[in-house]
């Protein structure tokens, strides 16, 4: 009985703490989680109570579902919530992690976390194509044949729907809680010790590297830049890499307003020619993003006594089904930027940096 009656108070103060920060202006996402420890096994609980403020609105998309995925560090494995459709629901799932960690290990917490990623589902879009008549070919086909197809035709079904499943996702953020003993403040049944409940603003995935500054309105790149000197300095070569991509989430509904996909093109000048250009493959609009180096790299051959001449040009573009083009941002590097200047100095030396889109 005091236990149902302790889970109703939280209830309310739960909703009563959010009407408190909704009056104060606060509307971040926000999840709300508990932790249990039991020490003699080596085990965590963590319950999912459940979430706030979560956006409803992806461009022309709707969310019509959320998603909270739970992995504990380092041993990263990982549970999902079931859907829920509320954009403020309560959850309550509770999930068991059993750490391995070495007998001898004084604090068995030393160094693990866990990680909230909360994902909006998105309605689906896409319409299902007719299947194609297949009763003629049949007729031309051994039984051997016809089985072979089908077995591709599944595989391609499986990864298509993995590719869809993913695609209709869209990541919110996530929050990291750090598995401390003095966070465990109440004692609970079976030797077990317990956090209050938490909730936490959900952040931005980021890629851990500092921006300089914070990444602005247009979303931001991780860049990385190399110059090359050759032997008589006439076939130099300047490299650049645009290995991430991420922004906040009001500039990706932005994005999702052009209803297009999104690329990087990176183009070169040399005396204000194009010697040189580049584009990435094209994604969905999105918060964070993990380009394959060989697909966004440009690589130029320069002449070191025009230097003060050559400009590298990085743009994010969005195209259209009607083959609109529209710019949402550009990032000049020439002879006075800093980071030109950088690798200027130091040849040969690979230099990464996050650079926001003007």
């Not at 108070?9 to 932790?35: A, D, M, R, W």
């Not at 966004?296 to 070191?304: D, F, K, Y």
């Not at 259209?320 to 949402?328: A, C, R, S």
Request: proline share 3%; hydrophobic share 35%; with cysteine.
């Amino acid at each position: 009985m005091e236990q149902r009656l302790s889970s109703v108070l939280t209830y309310f103060n739960s909703k009563l703490t959010g009407q408190q920060g909704e009056t104060k202006g606060s509307s971040e996402p926000q999840i709300g989680f508990k932790v249990t420890f039991v020490e003699k096994l080596k085990r965590i609980v963590v319950k999912v109570i459940g979430a706030r403020y979560l956006p409803t609105d992806y461009g022309t998309c709707k969310a019509k579902g959320y998603v909270i995925k739970v992995t504990i560090f380092p041993s990263k494995e990982k549970f999902e919530t079931k859907i829920v459709k509320d954009s403020w629901p309560t959850i309550n799932e509770e999930f068991t992690f059993n750490l391995n960690v070495s007998p001898k290990t004084y604090d068995i917490l030393k160094g693990t976390f866990v990680s909230f990623t909360i994902y909006a589902i998105l309605e689906e879009t896409v319409e299902e194509k007719p299947q194609k008549n297949t009763n003629y070919l049949k007729k031309f086909l051994s039984d051997k044949t016809e089985d072979f197809i089908r077995k591709n035709n599944n595989r391609t079904l499986r990864r298509s729907s993995f590719r869809n499943s993913m695609k209709d996702r869209r990541t919110i953020g996530a929050v990291t809680y750090n598995l401390e003993y003095k966070n465990f403040t109440q004692n609970l049944r079976d030797d077990a010790i317990g956090t209050p409940d938490v909730w936490r603003s959900v952040k931005e995935i980021t890629s851990g590297i500092q921006t300089q500054p914070r990444e602005g309105k247009n979303g931001c790149v991780e860049l990385t830049l190399q110059y090359a000197v050759s032997e008589d300095g006439t076939n130099d070569v300047v490299e650049i890499s645009v290995t991430k991509f991420r922004c906040t989430l009001h500039t990706m509904q932005e994005h999702e307003r052009t209803k297009g996909q999104l690329y990087i093109k990176i183009s070169a000048f040399e005396s204000d020619e194009v010697i040189q250009k580049k584009k990435s493959d094209k994604f969905d609009p999105t918060i964070s993003l993990k380009l394959e180096a060989n697909t966004a790299t440009l690589r130029a051959n320069v002449n070191n006594f025009m230097l003060d001449q050559v400009k590298i040009l990085i743009r994010l573009l969005s195209k259209n089904l009607l083959g609109k083009k529209t710019l949402l941002g550009k990032i000049e590097i020439d002879k006075d930027n800093p980071f030109w200047k950088e690798i200027v100095a130091n040849p040969s030396v690979p230099i990464t940096k996050m650079v926001n889109f003007e």
